[in-house]
């Protein structure tokens, strides 16, 4: 199984601020990772897939980037409505799996 | 707009079954793979299973393989999954996932339900 971590597990940043998240897998995943947003009693939204294309009518703030192991998603200029849990998610393999999450607070 | 509703949770007794259902529409529902990802109390999320869109093929977490079976009517724009002997670890949100890519799917999810919750206690 592909174990996914993230880095750090939460964040509090100030409007206006870049935010970056890391995400590290256990083996590569040759550009199959997705990022999502969890906001507070929602479900998941799709963000970003293939490591840096973006989901339609997702803000341009958002960006992914990475290879092999490693990749980060990217919050450029926070907003307010960005307060969120941020997973991703591996599909190189199965069993499908994702990152525990990483807490974006507003300061 | 793509909408998915699933029904069918509940409180149930370890060793129970229940059958989860999730209504499809605004989407050809035939095209395109189908997952079960659920979300546990302390907030991780894990894949269950998932289903091909011309349903030959299914896949399942070893958590879940040989109690839970996924299943789908195209008829019917309908997800399923019977879920038998259940635990208590079991206990979760299920969500009702479409895959982001018609046809063979790449196991991206672009809409998901709102879920239902599974809790299995005595």
């Known amino acids: 199984d592909i174990l996914m971590t993230q880095s750090p597990s939460s964040v509090s940043a100030s409007v206006g601020d870049r935010v970056t998240i890391t995400c590290r897998a256990s083996?590569?995943?040759?550009?199959?990772l997705a990022w999502y947003q969890q906001k507070p009693g929602k479900a998941p939204k799709f963000l970003i897939y293939a490591v840096s294309r973006l989901q339609t009518g997702v803000p341009s703030r958002f960006s992914g980037s990475g290879s092999g192991t490693e990749f980060t998603l990217t919050i450029n200029d926070l907003q307010p409505e960005d307060l969120a849990t941020y997973y991703c998610q591996q599909s190189n393999s199965f069993p499908l799996t994702f990152g525990p999450g990483t807490k974006v607070d507003i300061k | 707009e793509v909408q998915l509703l699933e029904s069918g949770g509940g409180l149930i007794q370890p060793g129970g079954s229940l059958r989860l259902s999730c209504e499809a529409s605004g989407f050809t529902f035939s095209n395109y793979a189908m997952s079960w990802v659920r979300q546990t109390p302390g907030g991780a999320l894990e894949w269950v299973s998932t289903i091909s869109d011309d349903d030959d093929k299914t896949y399942y977490a070893d958590s879940v393989k040989g109690r839970f079976t996924i299943s789908r009517d195209n008829s019917k724009n309908t997800l399923y999954l019977h879920m038998n002997s259940l635990r208590v670890e079991d206990t979760a949100i299920f969500y009702c996932a479409k895959d982001h890519h018609s046809g063979s799917g790449n196991f991206y999810w672009d809409w998901w339900g709102q879920g239902t919750l599974v809790t299995v206690s005595s």
């Open positions: 083996h590569s995943l040759s550009g199959w």
